[in-house]
């Protein structure tokens, strides 16, 4: 069993940085690929970025390409998001996922979900 708990959200103007975190409990956190989605309102929920356990593998959508950086540190249990030259379009609830290996785009394909954590940005 693992839980997640998200946190790093909050209200940034276009161009802005925000750098979302999501701690896992749990001591196999190390085995579980992890990933980020979005959900805007009235949408279903979206890929964000992936990786798998070694951090050897990262995957982007294509809309956050150059932009976000998936990265995860197994010593603190933590996956991170860093967002950079954020655009109003990026406006949601972000939450993170993990299963166990592969790594996968596919949201249905994970297992845990945190709570999720808002990101607003403002034109």
């Known amino acids: 069993q693992v839980q997640l708990l998200e946190s790093g959200g909050g209200l940034v103007q276009a161009g802005g940085s925000l750098r979302l975190s999501c701690t896992a409990s749990?001591?196999?956190?190390?085995?579980?690929?992890m990933g980020w989605f979005c959900q805007a309102p009235g949408q279903g929920r979206e890929f964000v970025a992936a990786?798998?356990?070694?951090?050897?593998?990262?995957y982007y959508a294509e809309s956050v390409k150059g932009r976000f950086t998936i990265s995860r540190d197994n010593a603190k249990n933590t996956v991170y998001l860093q967002m950079t030259s954020l655009k109003p379009e990026d406006t949601a609830v972000y939450y993170c996922?993990?299963?166990?290996?592969?790594?996968?785009?596919?949201?249905?394909?994970?297992?845990?979900w945190g709570q999720g954590t808002q990101v607003t940005v403002s034109s």
């Open positions: 990786l798998s356990w070694s951090g050897g593998s990262t």
């Open positions: 749990g001591r196999t956190f190390s085995t579980y690929a």
């Open positions: 996922a993990a299963r166990e290996q592969p790594v996968t785009v596919v949201a249905g394909s994970y297992d845990y």
